[in-house]
């Protein structure tokens, strides 16, 4: 204890050794700040979470067959079952599977084209396998869909995860808006290629119909009658050859209605080998009817073929057209390479648009307004997704902690009736975010090298070094009114520092071990563990400030020293001199 009280004594006394801890504390918080631009270390809302299921969504081209569909399916399922720590899976085909957690945002209960699938993987329980959820997902992404994507051009092949916080439509959502939907249909296309080609991301798609011919069968009134064939007829067969139709009914004395017979052709004879228009002619050609004369007339010589295109689904958000592009990460944070999307986005888009950045501090600062350079028409390029939520997040605990400051250092005001010693508070309360920030450097490198997966800074970390602030003002609370007791007592000034500074040394590092200690499970939850992390480096930096850097905050301000003391050099100052010795009353 004498020998940190003379270690004190002897830095508070030297200006130059005072102005080399002052350097030493401002390089360390000026590199730690500096890593988190320069990516040193990671920001992201929210770590990857292990789970026990994830989803497979398939989409196949928007005219595909429920036939066509199963097949991605059946491929997708085939290599899945060669995984060891697959329980069992559930395909859903031409619907969604029933509302999961993540389910709940992404329109699942909505799915019922024949385009769609999902299948759900059951895993086996995570604390019994060594691979996590989301490093199996990024194992397997890449060999499912370049295995089966390709059977059906125009098919997409996403995995869903459980979301570790509150659920989006997409990690990385682009929404369009405009009054023209044919543009947006193409500036959706640039965007989504854009997407595609920056690192990080996978699982994109747009949100929209692909656009496709399609034909109609017209009963031609007039060859029907000249045929001897009634219009009812002809609509008869249409139904039974492609749909099925009612043909008869049966009485039960189980029910009060009748049950209505159905039939069909079989789904050999249904079935096309390709969409076009010689293959529906070719087909209505096989199909014949009886005439009232008793000749058989071939379905094709009644009808007229009309092909048209099909008409696309026409969203809307807020009351605007919108087209919306998704995508998702793989194992990196959302907000890289939303910076190197949208300046691809940028370079790809203004050969044909002039392009105005929207700035501002609102979380729609990184949204894009496009005007077409020939007819003047507008898009509105505008992010959203876990991007967004992160940023509101990052936003709003920014002002809770800018918020905590001020109302600190309120208090301190009221108490010290002090501005200098209010703000020494203040100054130990911030520096604890280099223990946070080099805390997470240490993490990540050990979980680079442990697991190959980054450990970012997140949510939960900013409210661990909100939650330091209360600890380390607590540490400089004691130091600044213990010293204030001792110079009142009679003690010199640099030497009441030295002293209040060890004497309280053992209840501050007590206090940061206490903290440490409960926070060690913290650290190893991949939710909170940015938390752990943060209590537990912030601790250690809070309590090194607080022994070293606040005492030459207090030797530099003559507002330590009480009204009574007439002056603050002017006391007793002996080496080894220990509180008992002066003021045991105080001590005690």
């Given amino acids: 204890m004498i020998n940190l009280q003379e270690r004190v004594y002897n830095i508070v006394k030297s200006k130059k050794k005072q102005r080399f801890v002052g350097f030493v504390v401002l390089f360390a918080l000026i590199f730690a700040v500096a890593m988190i631009p320069t990516k040193i270390v990671l920001a992201k809302m929210l770590p990857g979470k292990s789970a026990n299921t994830f989803s497979i969504y398939v989409d196949t081209a928007t005219n595909s067959t429920i036939q066509q569909t199963k097949e991605v399916v059946e491929c997708v399922a085939n290599i899945m079952q060669k995984e060891e720590n697959i329980l069992n899976m559930e395909m859903f085909l031409g619907q969604g599977a029933p509302l999961d957690y993540a389910g709940l945002v992404k329109g699942s209960a909505f799915k019922s084209l024949k385009n769609q699938a999902e299948i759900v993987v059951n895993l086996t329980d995570k604390h019994t396998r060594k691979e996590p959820s989301y490093m199996m997902v990024h194992r397997l992404r890449p060999v499912i869909q370049n295995s089966c994507e390709h059977i059906y051009k125009g098919t997409t092949i996403k995995f869903v995860e459980m979301p570790s916080g509150p659920p989006t439509f997409a990690t990385i959502e682009v929404n369009l808006f405009g009054k023209n939907t044919l543009l947006l249909r193409q500036v959706a296309k640039t965007v989504a290629t854009a997407l595609k080609e920056t690192q990080g991301l996978v699982d994109v798609s747009i949100m929209q119909d692909d656009i496709y011919t399609k034909y109609e069968i017209l009963p031609n009134v007039e060859k029907i009658l000249s045929s001897n064939l009634s219009v009812e007829q002809v609509s008869n067969i249409l139904y039974l050859a492609f749909k099925g139709n009612v043909v008869a009914v049966k ?59 099909a008409e696309p689904t026409i969203y809307k958000k807020n009351m605007h057209y919108m087209v919306a592009v998704t995508a998702e990460c793989d194992l990196v944070s959302q907000v890289y390479p939303l910076m190197d999307a949208r300046e691809l986005m940028i370079e790809k888009l203004s050969h044909r648009f002039e392009i105005e950045r929207l700035t501002g501090m609102s979380t729609y600062m990184f949204d894009l307004m496009l005007k077409d350079k020939v007819t003047g028409e507008k898009v509105l390029v505008r992010w959203d997704g876990e991007m967004k939520v992160s940023l509101d997040t990052f936003r709003d605990l920014g002002g809770a902690f800018i918020a905590a400051l001020v109302l600190m250092f309120l208090l301190m005001v009221v108490y010290y009736k002090s501005f200098a010693l209010s703000g020494i508070v203040l100054v130990g309360s911030f520096l604890s975010i280099i223990g946070v920030i080099f805390g997470h450097f240490i993490t990540d490198m050990i979980a680079l090298t442990t697991t190959g997966v980054h450990f970012y800074l997140t949510a939960t970390s900013l409210i661990g070094f909100i939650s330091l602030m209360g600890i380390s003002a607590r540490s400089s609370l004691l130091l600044i009114d213990f010293t204030k007791s001792l110079i009142a007592s009679g003690i010199e000034k640099h030497r009441a520092i030295a002293i209040a500074t060890a004497t309280r040394a053992k209840p501050i590092m007590l206090t940061a071990v206490a903290i440490i200690l409960g926070s060690l499970l913290l650290a190893t939850d991949p939710i909170f563990g940015g938390l752990g992390i943060s209590l537990i480096f912030g601790s250690i930096a809070s309590t090194l400030v607080s022994l070293f850097y606040i005492p030459v905050l207090m030797a530099k301000t003559d507002a330590i020293c009480p009204d009574n003391a007439k002056s603050c050099e002017n006391g007793i100052d002996k080496e080894g001199l220990h509180v008992e010795d002066i003021a045991p009353e105080i001590h005690s």
């Fill in 251 to 309: 009485n039960s004395t189980l029910q009060q209605d009748q049950i209505p017979i159905f039939v069909s052709l079989t789904k050999q004879t249904k079935t096309m080998e390709h969409a076009s228009e010689e293959e529906l002619e070719l087909k209505l050609s096989r199909l014949k009817l009886l005439n009232k004369n008793g000749m058989m007339i071939p379905v094709k010589e009644v009808v007229t073929i009309i092909p048209t295109v």
